[in-house]
């Protein structure tokens, strides 16, 4: 299907995918979007520069139930990480406080 689109395709994978991480860049896409149940680091280390990683920041438990400060602090983890584009890792949740959601920009900023 990959090779029919003309789009950048974006894979998912619910929950811990570090032990399929070595696998991802071989179905198609170009980025890879992964769940914050990955550690940003060993997710790096293993793509390296093959395929995009973007997400990581937990949607529960950081962008739910915490503040900006959490927010910043995983923001600059997974870019020092050096994650290629920072994101929730899934859906967020529909209560989300604008402010958390606003953080992951102004933490990327510097």
Not at 28 to 54: N, T, Y
Not at 88 to 101: D, F, H, K, M, V
Request: with cysteine; net charge negative; hydrophobic share 40%.
């Amino acid at each position: 299907m990959a090779e029919r689109l003309d789009v950048t395709l974006i894979l998912h994978i619910c929950g811990d995918s570090i032990d399929r991480m070595d696998y991802v860049d071989t179905k198609g896409a170009a980025i890879f979007h992964f769940d914050s149940k990955s550690v940003p680091e060993q997710a790096k280390a293993i793509v390296g520069d093959r395929i995009g990683l973007v997400g990581n920041i937990d949607n529960e438990q950081t962008m739910y139930a915490r503040g900006p400060e959490v927010v910043r602090s995983e923001v600059r983890a997974c870019l020092d990480a050096g994650i290629d584009m920072i994101a929730p890792g899934y859906a967020i949740p529909q209560a989300t406080r604008l402010e958390n959601l606003v953080e992951i920009s102004r933490a990327g900023e510097g």
